[in-house]
């Protein structure tokens, strides 16, 4: 059999890459092998993001360019899948008129029997029906030789309508998958070499609610850190409303549980908070950021922050920016408010104007580059544990690392360090990185 290409590109966030990983592994079945080289391509699955404007504008521009690809190659397959494709489902193949495919977020599964659709009889076909079942986030993604980390999903869908988000309507409401098969997928990747899983979800901290039997987000990483091979566990993301006290605690008490946070803020302001439907205070916020600091010194805080919500005066946005003084978060990732469809903001009436949200992102940007810079400094002279990830990007004769607190560590090493834990003295801190030497025991 002739061998068949598929190009994957991904859009949008973490979970978007697993889903993608999770494409190639069922495409393999139909005798796909993955190429970096688009042009190369007989299958092309865009796997878009909705989550602001920009990142629908960047999926439709690239379709532009496969567009042209299709008119030199007949035979060319297109298919749209993840959170834009959800949203637009036959809309999409009126708005783009080469796409063969369109499948929303809960349809993954059925790739394989819509490709080979395809491939028989040229047809356009769409596939954006939510369904209860899981099927769509258990596909096993068997690890690549050299890979250390992988991803697991834990739940699919969200249900907190956060005012400006599409996600809600875009993956459908929260599903927690079963613990067991959670597990029984961490021990086939520890079996396969990987020492660091990543559990994805939305809302990870409401994980197990619709639950009977008391498992929930805790016991679930309890139950992880004990399976051999598996050195780290990371999460992402967690909502600050369902952040527990028995959460905060497991930082402190398991081992293996990564000293990182990312939880995300939003605002700095409790009447932007209240418009956004978030569901806690920034006071709030706070008492949760002392407490984890208090029990894990040295625990590394991350956030999102949106300026420009609908609404927010000056006064607001000082809020954040005097919240972000108080709290310094190691680092942060800042967003232009950008109006959704369908969402409960779309109907509020005082925007925000372009000019001004640049202004606010691009001032909260130089702070934050400051705070990001005076956390990394901190830890110069200090001793850190490193997951050794590879070659680093910089240069050919140094390795890269991450601390526990998820920060870039490169230094001098051995190839035969990758895929361990080594301890490294901090020497540098530069704002995206740092520089280690080995430290002797
Ligand atoms: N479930 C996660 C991730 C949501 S998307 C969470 O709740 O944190 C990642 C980030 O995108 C959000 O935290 C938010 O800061 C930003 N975001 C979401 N919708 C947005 C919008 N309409 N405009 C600008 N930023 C947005
Ligand atoms: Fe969107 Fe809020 Fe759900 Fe996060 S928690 S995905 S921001 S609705
Ligand atoms: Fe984008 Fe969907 Fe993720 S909208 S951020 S790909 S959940």
């Known amino acids: 059999m002739k061998n068949k290409y598929l190009y994957i590109q991904t859009f949008g966030c973490q979970m978007n890459v697993h889903d993608s990983e999770q494409m190639a592994a069922l495409l393999s079945g139909n005798g796909y092998k993955l190429t970096d080289n688009m042009k190369m391509a007989d299958l092309i699955i865009l796997n878009t993001c909705s989550i602001r404007e920009k990142a629908a504008q960047k999926v439709y521009s690239q379709l532009g360019r496969i567009g042209k690809l299709k008119e030199q190659n007949r035979e ?3 298919g749209v899948g993840g959170c834009l494709a959800q949203q637009l489902g036959t809309k999409f193949h009126k708005k783009v008129g080469h796409l063969d495919f369109v499948f929303g977020t809960h349809n993954i599964h059925l790739l394989p029997q819509m490709v080979l659709a395809i491939e028989k009889k040229r047809k356009k076909i769409t596939e954006i029906d939510f369904h209860k079942s899981l099927n769509s986030i258990g596909v096993y993604v068997p690890p690549p030789a050299d890979a250390i980390s992988a991803f697991v999903t834990i739940m699919q869908g969200c249900n907190n309508f956060c005012a400006y988000c599409v996600v809600p309507y875009l993956r459908g409401r929260e599903i927690s998958r079963p613990s067991d098969d959670i597990i029984e997928e961490v021990k086939k990747l520890a079996g396969n070499g990987i020492r660091e899983v990543t559990l994805l979800g939305q809302n990870v901290n409401s994980y197990g609610k619709i639950f009977d039997n008391g498992l929930n987000f805790t016991s679930l990483i309890k139950r992880i ?6 050195e780290r566990i990371r999460f992402t993301t967690s909502h600050p409303r369902d952040l527990s006290v028995e959460l905060i605690n497991c930082f402190a008490e398991e081992e293996k549980l ?4 990312h939880l995300p803020v939003q605002s700095g302001s409790n009447r932007i908070l209240e418009l956004m439907n978030r569901g806690y205070t ?3 916020y706070i008492k949760k950021i002392d407490h984890l600091r208090k029990l894990t010194p040295g625990i590394s805080i991350t956030s ?20 972000m003084g108080k709290i310094r978060f190691d680092s942060l990732f800042s967003f232009k408010y950008s109006e959704r469809e369908g969402t409960a903001a779309q109907k509020l009436k005082e925007k925000v104007e ?5 202004r606010r992102l691009e001032q909260l940007q130089i702070l934050q580059d400051q705070h990001t810079l005076e956390k990394n400094t901190s830890l110069e002279g200090s001793r850190q544990e490193l997951l050794v990830e590879g070659k680093s990007r910089n240069s ?6 991450r601390t526990s607190s998820w920060k870039i560590v490169n230094f001098k090493g051995e190839l035969d360090m990758i895929g361990k834990l080594v301890d490294v003295k901090i020497s540098k801190a530069y704002l995206h990185s740092l520089r280690g030497k080995i430290a002797n025991n």
């Open 76 to 78: 060319l397959i297109i």
């Open 396 to 401: 050919e004769s140094d390795l890269m690392g």
């Open 304 to 323: 999102d922050v949106i300026v420009g919500f609908p609404g927010e005066t000056q006064k607001d946005y000082q809020e954040t920016i005097d919240m």
């Open 225 to 230: 850190g004990k399976i051999s091979g598996i």
């Open 354 to 358: 372009e000019g001004e949200k640049l």
């Open 282 to 284: 920034v006071e709030d």
């Open 258 to 261: 990564c000293k990182h946070i």
